[in-house]
């Protein structure tokens, strides 16, 4: 079983950076990781996901350019690294697990962590 604990969450200002890491732990390394994002009252949204290299990466519109995914299988870590944050990009963001590459779909992950908040002030 492979578990997932999120980090790094917080409350920013506009215009601010944070590092979300997702320290995973168990027999296996997923080949697809993912970040998702969920605020009040809205559906859980794609965000990232990487491969197991980390060759392979793609992002949702909105982050592209401003999010950056990536991966240290060594240390089993997955990072989100968010620059310019904006308001809209306040949520709860999970950090998961897929046996398949480059899934942007919520239902097709196997494992998640717990969430962590980050919170973005104008």
């Known amino acids: 079983q492979v578990q997932l604990v999120e980090s790094g969450g917080g409350l920013v200002q506009a215009g601010g950076s944070l590092r979300l890491s997702c320290a995973a732990s168990?027999?296996?390394?997923?080949?697809?990781m993912g970040w998702f994002r969920q605020a009040p009252g809205k559906e859980r949204e794609f965000v990232a996901t990487?491969?197991?290299?980390?060759?392979?990466?793609f992002y949702a519109d909105s982050v592209q350019g401003r999010f950056t995914i990536s991966r240290d299988n060594a240390k089993n870590t997955v990072y989100l690294q968010m620059n310019s944050l904006k308001p809209e990009d306040t949520a709860v963001y999970f950090c998961?697990?897929?046996?398949?590459?480059?899934?942007?779909?919520?239902?097709?992950?196997?494992?998640w962590g717990q969430g962590t908040q980050v919170t973005v002030s104008s």
């Open positions: 998961a697990a897929s046996s398949f590459v480059g899934i942007t779909t919520p239902g097709k992950y196997n494992y």
């Open positions: 168990g027999r296996t390394f997923s080949r697809g």
């Open positions: 990487i491969s197991w290299s980390g060759g392979s990466t």
